[in-house]
């Protein structure tokens, strides 16, 4: 199960809805083994496509640099899909690479950049396989 405060979630919504019609991606930082989703990192689709996201490689690099200096890992991964549900696409499953972080998927299909709700979900992708999650959000971690 994911537990993530409102803030984040909150956060992570809005980035969603402002990168619309393009795809936006981030992600979450915790301590190093505590499951615990502390600090957003909004990064930038270098792609810049409705279709397709791919971190900057000079800002990935900089930032796994940083939360190694920090001592924290990646506890969640996320993206957005403009025109499909929130679920991991073949290309999605294929690039996960962090077995341990939560994969949250945000859908702007219904919504766009307008006002209106979203779907939010988590998954695990380990080896190939998806699993989804239960979310917890809770006023604070």
Same mark, same amino acid.
């Given at each position: 199960?994911?537990?993530?405060?409102?803030?984040?979630?909150?956060? =992570?919504?809005?980035?969603? /809805? $402002?990168? %619309?019609?393009?795809?936006?991606? *981030? =992600?979450?930082?915790?301590?190093? *083994?505590?499951?615990?989703?502390? $600090?957003?990192?909004?990064?930038?689709?270098?792609? *810049?496509?409705?279709?397709?996201?791919?971190?900057?490689? &000079?800002?990935?690099? /900089?930032?796994?640099? @940083?939360?190694?200096?920090?001592?924290?890992?990646? +506890? +969640? =991964?996320? %993206?957005?899909?403009?025109?499909?549900?929130?679920?991991?696409? $073949?290309?999605?499953?294929?690039?996960?690479?962090?077995?341990?972080?939560?994969?949250?998927? #945000?859908? &702007?299909?219904?919504?766009?950049?307008?006002?209106?709700?979203? @779907?939010? $979900?988590?998954?695990? =992708?380990?080896? *190939?396989?998806?699993?989804? @999650?239960?979310?917890?959000? #809770?006023?604070?971690?």
């Amino acid at each position: 199960m994911l537990r993530l405060d409102r803030a984040t979630y909150d956060a =992570i919504v809005a980035h969603a /809805k $402002r990168d %619309h019609p393009d795809e936006a991606c *981030g =992600i979450v930082a915790g301590p190093a *083994g505590s499951d615990r989703a502390e $600090r957003l990192v909004e990064m930038v689709n270098a792609a *810049g496509s409705p279709t397709f996201y791919e971190f900057d490689s &000079t800002d990935l690099l /900089k930032l796994y640099r @940083e939360m190694d200096d920090r001592d924290e890992e990646p +506890v +969640v =991964i996320y %993206h957005s899909h403009t025109a499909t549900e929130a679920y991991p696409s $073949r290309t999605d499953t294929g690039l996960a690479s962090e077995p341990g972080a939560h994969y949250v998927l #945000v859908s &702007t299909r219904e919504h766009g950049n307008n006002d209106g709700p979203v @779907e939010f $979900r988590s998954y695990r =992708i380990v080896d *190939g396989e998806v699993s989804e @999650e239960e979310i917890e959000l #809770v006023d604070e971690l």
